[in-house]
């Protein structure tokens, strides 16, 4: 029995989805929520986060951006709870090419990225 459209799935680690299924995978726009709090909404492609979507941690962090493969990737915004933030590109969950990391006191800092270094 796959589910195909609009539905609500409960995993073992009572995580929950609510969303689009498609052949029984997250697939299209939906909210997956986590039993620490944590949640991430927006795009799955085959169960993996892709495309636009946030994920917010339980701690306040936030990530709005793009996603591939479960993977922060692409043009994105991290902010942490404390104020501080950094906008611009990544791969792989790393920051990798042009962004401008902001700390908590306004300091601005632009630079090319190579691999989260």
Same mark, same amino acid.
């Not at 701690?59 to 692409?74: D, F, M, S, T």
């Given at each position: ?41 927006? +795009?799955?492609?085959? +169960? ?12 306040? +962090? ?30 792989? +969950? ?24």
């Amino acid at each position: 029995d796959l589910k195909h459209g609009q539905a609500i799935e409960t995993y073992e680690d009572e995580s929950i989805y609510m969303g689009e299924f498609e052949m029984g995978k997250r697939h299209g726009h939906g909210t997956l929520k986590f039993q620490d709090g944590s949640d991430y909404t927006g +795009n799955f492609d085959s +169960n993996d986060q892709a495309a636009e979507g946030t994920f917010i941690w339980s701690n306040g +962090n936030k990530y709005h951006g793009q996603w591939a493969e479960n993977y922060v990737h692409g043009q994105g915004t991290f902010e942490w709870s404390d104020g501080t933030s950094y906008v611009g590109q990544y791969n792989m +969950n790393l920051k990798d090419g042009q962004g401008t990391f902001t700390s908590k006191e306004g300091i601005m800092i632009t630079c090319t990225w190579v691999m989260g270094q």
